[in-house]
């Protein structure tokens, strides 16, 4: 099992751009989320889905869209880059069983620089 | 509000030295404490969940212990490779939707 995937790796934007964050798991995995990680900031939540067509806000949406069309996919889309977007973003996913708290498996991660 | 603290930021030991790192945590009705490694240029990978006061779990130099209030990572006679950052985290009191709150982070070298 490859667990979480994250392309691209690395990128660079210009401001104003907009790319897309791909995150792919094939775990069968219900939940999915998407953080960010800046310096000294731990990891903050952006987005998150609890199934296919299901998704929610989490601390920090503004700038970001997501969709979840399979329980496969959730890519985290950034319309109109900002240097504050400058981060590294995470994608992970998890099992909720009913009753009790779930472990995130993470992707590797892509760092993404607006200039 | 809940929030998670984590400390020190940073660390650094000896190899041989023991220590520990601190987790606080303020949320209602807890629903596990997780604990996670993050290595350099890497995603955070899971070491331990703890549920109740007084639970402690152990990983080869790693044991992990909570209270009502607080975690803690104790690492015994640390080697070069146990550097990395660990993150701890919870669910928050009033969401069952697997999110989790992480603290900032305990950024540990250990020098041969």
């Known amino acids: 099992n490859a667990g979480v995937t994250q392309t691209p790796k690395f990128r660079i934007l210009k401001i104003g751009q907009s790319m897309t964050l791909q995150c792919t798991q094939d775990?069968?995995?219900?939940?999915m989320y998407w953080y960010r990680q800046d310096p000294g900031m731990g990891l903050k939540l952006i987005y998150y889905?609890?199934?296919?067509?299901?998704?929610d806000k989490g601390e920090v949406p503004n700038g970001y869209n997501v969709s979840r069309s399979t329980t496969e996919d959730f890519p985290l889309r950034l319309e109109l880059a900002a240097p504050s977007q400058t981060s590294v973003y995470f994608c992970?996913?998890?099992?909720?069983?009913?009753?009790?708290?779930?472990?995130?498996?993470f992707g590797a991660g892509s760092r993404l620089t607006v200039l | 509000e809940d929030q998670v603290t984590q400390s020190p930021e940073a660390l650094r030991l000896q190899e041989g030295e023991s220590s520990s790192l601190n987790c606080s945590y303020t949320?209602?009705?807890?629903?596990?404490l997780f604990w996670y490694r993050q290595d350099p240029g890497k995603g955070p990978e899971f070491l331990f969940t703890l549920y109740s006061a007084g639970e402690e779990k152990e990983k080869e130099r790693l044991k992990a212990t909570l209270t009502k209030k607080e975690s803690f990572l104790h690492i015994t006679a640390p080697k070069p490779e146990d550097s990395a950052t660990y993150l701890c985290?919870?669910?928050?009191?009033?969401?069952?939707?697997?999110?989790?709150?992480f603290g900032q982070g305990t950024t540990l070298q250990v020098k041969p």
């Open positions: 985290a919870v669910p928050p009191g009033s969401s069952n939707t697997g999110k989790l709150i």
């Open positions: 949320v209602s009705g807890l629903r596990g």
């Open positions: 992970a996913s998890s099992f909720q069983g009913p009753g009790g708290a779930n472990v995130l498996t």
């Open positions: 775990m069968n995995h219900n939940y």
């Open positions: 889905s609890v199934g296919a067509g299901i998704t």
